[in-house]
């Protein structure tokens, strides 16, 4: 804080008083309001009252400090949250895109397939829910889904292909 105008010894430095306390004063100007303290006891009051003003406003302080790092944890496992939902997402946009080959083997190939569709997808939901608990602990997840949906598409598609062949055949 620097208020400016040199106080003159004649009037209360009050202004300068604050800055005292806060260190924040030339040691020109400090020792004038060290002087004028000896002297003035009117000056002194005032100091002591800013003294104990300024501890009562480091403890707000220090109780405001603690929500505001309680604030940054919350918003921080509330990031590691939605970035877990993101890979939910990603999970569930993976199985979507890997189960449309089995739709559309289901919608063209009818109840004979339902018995493969329904191996397959048995054998799919099991492997994926082992997955998961691999998958959710790999930072680099979007990388895992990607070729986890390619990996859903091309075995469903093999499916599909196969399935086709063999009621041509
Ligand atoms: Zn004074």
Redesign the pocket.
């Known amino acids: 804080m620097n208020y400016g105008g040199r106080t003159s010894m004649s009037n ?3 202004e300068q008083l604050s800055a005292y306390l806060d260190d924040e004063l030339g040691d020109e100007d400090r020792q004038l309001v060290e002087k ?2 000896e002297s ?1 006891e ?2 002194r009051a ?1 100091m002591e009252d800013l003294f104990t003003m300024k501890q009562q406003f480091g403890e707000v302080f220090a109780l405001v400090d603690a929500p505001e790092n309680l604030e940054n944890r919350v918003l921080h496992a509330l990031r590691q949250e939605q970035s877990q939902k993101k890979h939910l997402r990603d999970w569930a946009a993976a199985i979507v895109i890997g189960l449309i080959p089995l739709i559309v083997l289901y919608f063209i190939a009818g109840p004979v397939a339902l018995k493969l569709i329904h191996g397959c997808y048995k054998l799919m939901v099991t492997l994926l829910y082992a997955a998961s608990h691999f998958i959710l602990s790999v930072p680099t997840l979007s990388v895992t889904t990607i070729l986890l949906a390619v990996i859903i598409l091309a075995t469903s598609s093999y499916s599909l292909k196969r399935l086709l062949q063999t009621n041509a055949g």
Do not use: D, M, S, V
């Open positions: 209360h430095p009050e004028h303290l003035c009117t000056c005032i």
